[in-house]
Each structure stands twice: as structure tokens, then as C-alpha cells.
């Protein structure tokens, strides 16, 4: 994806990415007929997004390695990071190879490595993977939560697997590090892009201009430049759906999601008025 130059498809794609991570975290509702929402945004989120979804299980993956749900989970959550290090290693090997094999590269792979690494472009890169994966990573994390209020032969299991019992210590310390993905991740991902935006306001306020815009622009395209610190509000939703009792649940969502509604039609962030009515 070539984010150098401004696209209003590019804005509706990043709008999509953002609402199909909201999606995701209700997978911890727990109702009738929660199961067939559940597969409907995981099939979704894998065709819509690239490297998205929770549907490993419905994938020729799983029906060739027949993967545990904690399996699925760890590939969920940690398959982003190791995407990230892949990229940056063929980089490397890729400078390595034009060091040692072009005579006229006037530097040497030290050199070369530095120049890469204050270009940011690996930072881009990483970030732009995890901006793709954040639908899939909050989904997943948030399932960990959703066990079946009913329980059989007094045993409760988990919705998204039957076969995953909720009473047992390996459930308690996949909680303790679902909370942990959930701070760190979920809430705090969106956090961390809103900070680096801040700390290169001059660059943002650039506008397609500048160069951060060609690194980072997937991050704030289409919003005006005077309100890209309105990004990732729509992040915050998933906060509602982290209390387990269903009333609170819904009680907090619709008081989030009203607030989320009035915020947006009072900035109207976007430079056109159709990505505002969209989002």
C-alpha cells in the first residue's frame, strides 16, 4: 500500500480497519445467536483485511495442524511481531547484498544500516503491520474473556472453543495475559500512535508534503491537519467490552458509543464531508 500521496479509498480502508476492530471485541458478548456473529466477522475480517481475522479456525491451516485454541491464539498474537522482524531482516540482507556486491555503492553495510534505520522506514513498516493486525490481535484477545454462563457437569467452557475449560490454571494464566495484551495492545497501540503523531505535529501538519506523510500517512489519511489528535478515538469502544457482566456491558457501550457519536459530528475531523458521515 503506497500511502506517499493522498487517496480518499485509502481513508475509507483505514475506516474499515478501525470498525472491524470494534467488531472484533464483541466477541465477548455472550447471547443466543453470538456464535454465528462471531464466525460472520472472523470470515469478514479475513477477507477484507490481509492478515486479519479470528477464522484460523475455519482456515487450511488449522485442518492441516489441527492447532489448539491457546496455539491459535499465541500465532494471533505474536504472528504481527514476527512479520515485523521478517521485513526488516530481508531489508538488511537486501543492504548486505548491495554492499558486497555494487562497487559503486560509495558506502560500506555499517554506513548503509544507519542511513536505513534514520529513515524510519522500519518503524513504518512495523507500524503499518500492526495497524493491519489490530482487528485480528483485539478479537482474539478479548475471547480469552468469553466462557459460557452455563455450565456442564459443572465445568464452564469457553465460547470460543468447547473444548477449553474456563476453571482450569491454564485459563487463569491465559486471562492474566489477554489483560496484559489488552493494555498493551488494545488500548495502548492506539496510544502510542496518537503520542508519535504529537511528538511530529510539525510533519503532520505537512500535510502528503512532507515525507513523514509517505511513512506514516496510513495513520492520520484523510483528517484534517489541524484534527489528526482525534485519532484512534474510535479505539476507545473497546474499553466498553471489557466488564464480563452483560448489563454493564451494554450499559457502557451505549453511553461510549453516543459519546463517540456527538464527538464526531461536533470536530468532523475528516477534510471531506462523506469520510465524516462514513466514520
Not at 491459535?72 to 512479520?83: D, G, K, L, M, N
Not at 459443572?154 to 489477554?178: E, N, R
Amino acid at each position: 500500500l503506497d500511502f506517499s500521496r493522498p487517496s480518499q479509498s485509502k481513508s475509507v480502508w483505514r475506516i474499515l480497519i478501525n470498525y472491524l476492530s470494534v467488531l472484533g471485541s464483541y466477541v465477548v458478548y455472550v447471547a443466543h445467536g453470538t456464535d454465528t456473529f462471531s464466525t460472520a466477522v472472523s470470515s469478514i475480517q479475513a477477507i477484507l483485511v490481509p492478515g486479519s481475522g479470528t477464522g484460523m479456525n475455519i482456515s487450511p491451516i488449522q485442518c492441516e495442524l489441527q492447532l489448539t485454541y491457546y496455539e491459535r491464539y499465541a500465532a494471533i498474537i505474536f504472528f504481527p511481531a514476527a512479520a515485523v522482524l521478517a521485513c526488516v531482516a530481508i531489508n538488511v540482507i537486501a543492504i548486505a547484498c548491495y554492499t558486497r556486491f555494487n562497487c559503486t555503492a560509495g558506502s560500506g553495510f555499517v554506513a548503509e544500516l544507519k542511513a536505513f534505520w534514520r529513515s524510519q522506514k522500519p518503524l513504518a513498516v512495523g507500524a503499518l503491520v500492526m495497524f493491519m493486525a489490530y482487528p485480528s490481535m483485539t478479537a482474539q484477545a478479548f475471547s480469552m474473556f468469553a466462557c459460557r454462563p452455563e455450565a456442564i457437569g459443572g465445568v464452564h467452557y469457553l465460547v470460543a472453543d468447547i473444548a477449553i475449560s474456563c476453571d482450569t490454571t491454564q485459563h487463569a494464566l491465559g486471562l492474566s495475559f489477554s489483560w496484559a495484551v489488552v493494555f498493551f495492545l488494545c488500548a495502548g497501540m492506539p496510544v502510542a500512535f496518537v503520542w508519535w503523531l504529537w511528538r511530529h505535529e510539525k510533519e503532520v501538519r505537512a500535510g502528503a508534503s512532507s515525507p513523514f506523510f509517505g511513512l506514516f500517512g496510513f495513520l492520520y489519511q484523510g483528517y484534517r491537519t489541524d484534527a489528526w489528535y482525534l485519532y484512534g478515538w474510535e479505539s476507545l469502544v473497546a474499553v466498553a467490552a471489557t466488564t464480563t457482566d452483560p448489563v454493564y456491558q451494554v450499559a457502557a457501550l451505549q453511553l461510549l458509543l453516543f459519546t463517540a457519536f456527538c464527538t464526531q459530528m461536533h470536530f468532523a475531523p475528516y477534510q471531506r464531508p462523506l469520510l465524516n458521515y462514513l466514520e
